[in-house]
């Protein structure tokens, strides 16, 4: 993801909430207050909340924004340096040493300089992020690190003090200006304090009822309004309830989007029932909303709509 004309990085906290609002990123002034104090101190951005608040969604926003390339590593269970760092082309390299010896290369010392030579090096998004380019250094996205284990916790900790990364066969690779880095966690375990402790926190927490209609707005304006406030309204309600995984903005998008495609310029019980897959991703909590509960959420919502008006 590469815009064509780099940016300045913002020089105020105004001028990060404009960045943001430029690609439809409703921030509020907690949210840009940090990102700002990130980027103008250099530091990463530790960016903690629950899934589909809008954690990855900055990181690709700052890349389009700022005009630079976004580089993302998305974390999973064992992964590990090979896969996050660099390694070997070793099917090429077997290659290349058959060719040599096809040729009578006898020089164990000259075959081994070729084949570990940097055509050979598969980068992967840590090696990717350390290089600048002409549009300035890169975005680095760390996405969702708690899926990770310890031992490459303990590895980008040491990669992220000093910007650089050592190859043995290389040596050693350094980034000439470091990378806006964006980590996010949906905290399915606890982060190292030594990690946090070289990064800018920031919680990212659920919308008010306001700021996600400003955000439901500026995502997708064919919903109407009435739509729009009564989808919004529904959702707040449903997050005081005891769900297992309660529904971030992006199902909130998701959902308006299906009511949409489903022409409903409204909520109705049946519309709801119907399209709940948008929204709640768990069965138990689909079957627990579904039917009276939803037709009792929808007439508090509009109690409460009808009472605001008056």
């Known amino acids: 993801m590469t815009a064509a004309i780099p940016v300045p990085l913002p020089n105020s906290v105004d001028d990060v909430v404009t960045l943001l609002d430029r690609h439809d990123y409703v921030a509020d002034r907690r949210l840009a207050t940090s990102v700002f104090l990130a980027l103008k101190m250099g530091r990463p951005m530790f960016l903690e909340?629950?899934?589909?608040?809008?954690?990855?969604?900055i990181?690709?926003?700052?890349?389009a924004t700022l005009g630079r390339t976004l580089v993302r590593l998305q974390c999973y269970e064992g992964l590990d340096v090979a896969s996050a760092l660099y390694e070997w082309d070793y099917p090429r390299q077997m290659l290349e040493i058959r060719l040599a010896e096809a040729a009578h290369?006898?020089?164990?010392?000259?075959?081994?300089?070729?084949?570990?030579s940097e055509r050979f090096l598969i980068?992967?998004?840590l090696l990717q992020a350390l290089e600048s380019e002409a549009s300035g250094p890169k975005v680095l996205l760390i996405d969702e690190l708690d899926r990770t284990d310890e031992?490459?916790?303990?590895?980008?900790?040491?990669?992220l003090s000093d910007f650089q990364a050592t190859i043995p066969e290389l040596g050693v690779i350094q980034a000439a200006q470091p990378p806006i880095v964006v980590i996010t966690s949906n905290r399915t375990r606890e982060i190292h304090d030594a990690l946090k402790r070289r990064c800018f926190?920031?919680?990212v927490d659920y919308p008010s009822a306001e700021r996600e209609l400003e955000i439901?707005?500026?995502?997708?304006?064919?919903?109407?309004?009435?739509?729009?406030?009564?989808v919004v309204a529904f959702v707040q309600k449903l997050r005081g309830r005891d769900l297992f995984k309660l529904p971030g903005v992006a199902e909130t998008i998701d959902w308006t989007d299906a009511l949409v495609q489903l022409d409903q310029v409204a909520l109705t019980p049946d519309s709801i029932d119907h399209s709940l897959g948008a929204l709640l991703k768990y069965q138990d909590d689909i079957a627990r909303i579904r039917g009276s509960e939803a037709a009792r959420i929808l007439e508090d919502v509009r109690a409460e709509?009808?009472?605001?008006?008056?």
């Open 59 to 63: 990181a690709k926003v700052l890349a």
């Open 305 to 310: 709509m009808a009472a605001a008006r008056r």
């Open 123 to 125: 980068k992967r998004p």
């Open 201 to 203: 926190y920031y919680w």
């Open 216 to 230: 439901l707005r500026a995502r997708l304006p064919a919903a109407s309004m009435d739509l729009s406030r009564e």
């Open 105 to 116: 290369i006898e020089s164990k010392e000259r075959i081994a300089a070729d084949i570990f």
């Open 49 to 57: 909340g629950e899934a589909g608040v809008g954690k990855t969604e």
């Open 151 to 159: 031992p490459f916790e303990a590895f980008l900790l040491e990669l």
